[in-house]
């Protein structure tokens, strides 16, 4: 799937993923510091499948696979991703923002440009999975308003690693009842 013009922020846009960019995505989900957290294995444990969805990314049926980088000079600084439903009301979506600019503000901003995108997208509800561990992440998602749903796992591909996760939503409808 692909997004019909980049989603514009002040300092950084998200873009549709390229060919060009798989060896910047991979070092950095592929990192043990960057992608401690990420469900994507270790180098070492990529198998001809999971090479085979890499080498695909651009042609997803089913999610939008983004790349975040710098209005001004392109330099790419992270990735992003979106999963509709069928119907396109629920979405799932996932970040990451390279170490080398981590506290920056920058995992905010991509955040807001996405519910931006999806509230302007009729989007009804959006959710993440992430680890119980990753604080930075779990902080990020309460500062937007999002709510743990439930407490349930995630495994890294192809690897014995486990964590335990929370499910966050947020319902971007608003009820205009109740705002008499």
């Given amino acids: ?3 019909k013009k980049e989603i514009l922020g002040k300092r950084i846009c998200l873009r549709n993923y ?4 798989l060896t910047f995505l991979t070092e950095m989900w592929f990192d043990k510091e960057n992608g401690k957290y990420l469900s994507d294995p270790a180098r ?10 890499l080498d695909t990314l651009g042609e997803s049926e089913y999610g939008y696979y983004l790349v975040i980088e710098f209005v001004d000079t392109k330099e790419r600084i992270g990735s992003a991703c979106m999963f509709p439903d069928e119907e396109k009301k629920v979405y799932d979506i996932g970040y990451c923002i390279h170490k080398s600019k981590w506290n920056q503000g920058y995992g905010s901003e991509a955040l807001s440009l996405i519910l931006d995108w999806l509230k302007a997208n009729d989007a009804e509800k959006v959710t993440a999975e ?3 561990d990753n604080l930075p992440s779990n902080i990020l998602l309460r500062k937007f308003g999002f709510e743990v749903e439930k407490k349930t796992e995630f495994k890294k591909y192809n690897m014995d690693v486990r964590f ?3 499910i966050y939503a947020k319902n971007l409808c608003v009820d205009l009842r109740l705002e008499k």
Avoid: G, L, P, W
Wanted: charged share 30%; proline share 0%; glycine share 0%.
């Fill in 164 to 166: 335990d996760s929370y």
């Fill in 18 to 21: 390229s060919e060009s960019d």
């Fill in 44 to 53: 070492e444990y990529v198998d001809e499948t999971f090479q085979n969805a």
């Fill in 130 to 132: 992430v680890a119980v």
């Fill in 1 to 3: 799937m692909k997004i």
